[in-house]
C-alpha cells in the first residue's frame, strides 16, 4: 500500500517517517463506513459525523470532505445508544436511540427511554441520505427539540490525513431556502466544490449551520425527517429518500444478479465469505473502462495499480470481469511521457490517482502518480492470467499494446544498470522513498537495522517479472508471435539464474528482502519470499526450505505470517511493515505454498485467518493487524489506523479458499480441475455455486469424508468437465 501520505509539509513531530505519513489518533470505537462511486461517509456509533468519532469522521467525494460535521442532538444533549448494524450487504446503516431523562429543576418532565429515534442511513449518486423516524412509546404526548448541527471544512483527503497547508481557498455558507443551506468552497485550484444540505419537511428554524424543529409527538406517533446532503449538486434536489434507496437496491441486486456464490458447512466461515463478498461490492467502481475495486476506506479510496491489479488477481476464479475493469483502466492511463515529479516514464503503470485540491495544485505527486515498481510487471500478469482463466482474446488483443509497452519499461528504465534486475529510485524527494508493496521509510533494510540505499530491486518484484514473462510468452504465442514467445521465455529462464544467485542467502535459509544501490542483499527473513513463491521464480528445493521457515514460530504468529520474522533488527508487531499481519500477503504466500506442495501449510494460514476474522467487527479482516503471538483466549491486536474494508484483504478468504482447492480453468477445453484439493480443519463441506467458464456455469461440492475428499456437481450448464487431480 502506499505509505500513510501526507503532503510535503509536516508537522514538527513525525519527520523521521518523511512526508507521506498518516498521523495515529486516539479512536474508542471502529468507525463505520459507507460508499458508491466516488463517495465515502465516516461515521460513528450513532451516525454521527464528529470530531469525536476520528479525524477520518466525514463525507468524502473524489478526495475532498463535503461536510465534517452532522450531528443529531435531542433538547440540546445527545441522545442515548441503543445500537447499531449495518446490513450485510453494506447497503445502509441503521442506528437505534433513545432519550435520556430530562429533568427541569429536580422534576422529572421525560422519563429515559420513551422516545425511540431509528437512524437509516445510506449513500447514492453523490449524496448521504438520511431519515430519521421519531416515535412517543409514552402514554401522554412529548415535546422534543430536534437539532441537527453541520458544518464543513472542504479539506483535501491529504490534510485530513496531517498535512499543513500554507494557504487554502475560502468558504461561505448560505441559506438559500426554508428547506436548503449551500456550503461553498472557492479552492485554489479554480475549482468551486458545493455541499447542499435538503431538509424534509422545513426546519423550524434554519441556519448556515444548524436545523432545529419543534416536535409535539401524540402518544405512539412517529414522525419522519430527512436529511440529504449532496456533493456538487446545485441545479437540482437529489430523489427523495424512498425513491433514492429503492433505486439503490436495484443496483446492487443488478450488480451481483449473476456471481459465483461460496456455501460452507461452517456458518462463522459463511458469514466471513458473506462480508467480504459485500465489501467487494462495496468498493467496486464503475469507470468508463469497467469495475475498479477501489482499494481502501477511508485514505485509499481511489484507483492504485498494484491494489487493483492484485485484488483481480485474488478474484479471478470468481469474477474475472473485474480483471478486464482493472486492465482497460490502467492501459487507459499507462506513461507515455517521462516526468519526474510524477515518477513517470513510458510504458510505466499507474500507481496512483488523486482527484483533490492538492493534486490538482500538484502540492502533492499523486494526481496521477507512478511511483509504485511493482505495478508494471503485475499488469503483465494479470494479463496473462485474464487470458489463461478466461480465454478472451479479444480483450488481449487489445491490450497487447500497453502490454509491450510494460515490457519495454521493465528492460528499459526498470532496469537503468542493465543487470537485469528492475529496480527502484524515486526521482525527485516528494515522492515515495520505497516503492515496493512495503512502501513505510523504513521496511527496506539490512540485518544489522541500516536502511537500504541507492536503487532498490526487491526480491518479490524479481518474482513478478519472471512470472510476467513466462504469461506474455505465452499470450504471444497465441497472438502468432512466436519468435518474441522464445525471447521472452529465455529472458524469464537467465532472469531465475541471476535471482538464484544474487538473492539467495544460505545463512538465514531464504531469499534477501532486497538488493541495495551497491548490490549488496538486505539479509533479512521477511514476508517477501513467500511472494517469492507465489511466481514461480524459486527452485524446489529452496522453495522447501522458505515455506519451511514461514510457518515457524518466529514467522507464524498462529494468526498468519508476519511481514518481518521476530529477532530481525526492525522487527516491531505494531508497525506497518515490519512485523504485522497483511491477510492480502498471506494469500499470495498461500498461492507460492500451494504451487510447491504445501498445502498442509495452506491449511494453517488458512485456519489462523479464519480464527482472526471470527473476532474483528463484522467478522470483516482489516488491512492488516498487529503481528503479536497468539495467545489462548485473546483475540488479535488491532492496527489503529488500518483501512477496513480493504479490497485485497476482503479477497483474502476467496483466495485461501482458492488454494485449498487447487482451482484451474481450462476454458478451450471446457474444464475446471481440483489439484490437490485439501479442506482446512473448520470446514467439512464447501458448495460452489455458478462457477462459470464461458458460457457454461457449473455448481460443485467438495466433502470431507475420513480423511478424503469427494466432488459432486448437482448442476451443469453447458459443456463443462470438473476433474479432480492428484499430483506428487
Known sequence: ????????????????????????????????????????????????????????????????????????????????????????????????????????????????????????????????????????????????????????????????????????????????????????????????????????????????????????????????????????????????????????RRELRAATRNQTSVETSNDRFNEVLCRSAADLTMLMTDTPQGRYPYAGIPWFSTTFGRDGLITALQMLWWSPDVARGVLRRLAAYQAKTTDPFADAQPGKILHEMRGGEMAALREVPFGLYYGGVDSTPLFVLLAGLYAKRTGDMDTTAELWPAIEAALGWIDGPGDPDGDGFVEYERATAQGLANQGWKDSHDAIFHADGRLAEGAIALAEVQGYVYAAKRMAAVLARRLGRDGDAARLDAEADRLRDRFESAFWCPEIETYALALDGQKKPCRVRTSNAGQVLFTGIASPDRAHLVAKGLLQPYFFSGWGIRTVATGEARYNPMSYHNGSIWPHDNALIAFGLARYGHKQSVESLFDGLFGAANYMDYRRLPELFCGFPKKHGHGPTLYPVACSPQAWASATPFTLLEASLGLEFDPGGGEIHLCNPRLPPFLDEVTLRNLQLGASSVDLRVRRHNGTLSLDTPRISGGIRVSVVYSS
Request: net charge positive; with cysteine.
Open 1 to 248: 500500500m502506499p505509505p500513510k501520505t501526507a503532503a510535503k509539509t509536516m508537522p514538527a513531530e513525525v519527520p523521521s517517517e518523511g512526508p507521506f505519513y498518516i498521523t495515529a489518533q486516539a479512536a474508542s470505537r471502529p468507525p463505520r463506513v459507507l460508499k458508491y462511486g466516488d463517495s465515502f461517509v465516516v461515521l460513528d456509533g450513532r451516525g454521527d459525523i464528529a470530531a469525536a468519532s476520528g479525524r477520518s469522521a466525514g463525507l468524502f467525494h473524489q478526495d475532498t470532505r463535503y461536510l465534517s460535521r452532522l450531528e443529531l442532538l435531542v433538547n440540546g444533549i445527545q441522545p442515548l445508544l441503543l445500537g447499531s448494524n449495518l446490513r450485510d450487504d453494506n447497503s445502509a446503516f441503521f442506528v437505534d436511540l433513545t432519550n435520556p431523562d430530562f429533568l427541569a429543576g429536580q422534576h422529572l418532565i421525560l422519563e429515559k427511554d420513551t422516545v425511540h429515534i431509528l437512524r437509516a442511513i445510506f449513500l447514492w449518486r453523490d449524496t448521504a441520505y438520511q431519515r430519521f423516524g421519531v416515535r412517543n412509546y409514552g402514554d401522554r404526548p412529548v415535546d422534543l427539540q430536534l437539532s441537527i448541527l453541520f458544518e464543513n471544512d472542504f479539506a483535501d483527503l491529504f490534510e485530513v490525513r496531517g498535512a499543513h497547508r500554507e494557504r487554502r481557498g475560502t468558504a461561505t455558507a448560505k441559506v438559500r431556502s426554508d428547506d436548503q443551506v449551500l456550503l461553498i468552497y472557492h479552492g485554489l485550484d479554480n475549482r468551486v466544490r458545493h455541499t447542499t444540505v435538503n431538509f424534509d419537511p422545513p426546519p423550524n428554524r434554519l441556519a448556515t449551520n444548524a436545523a432545529t424543529y419543534d416536535l409535539r409527538l401524540a402518544p405512539k406517533e412517529t414522525r419522519p425527517l430527512f436529511v440529504a446532503v449532496s456533493c456538487d449538486r446545485t441545479d437540482s434536489r437529489p430523489p427523495p429518500f424512498l425513491r433514492g434507496r429503492l433505486a439503490a
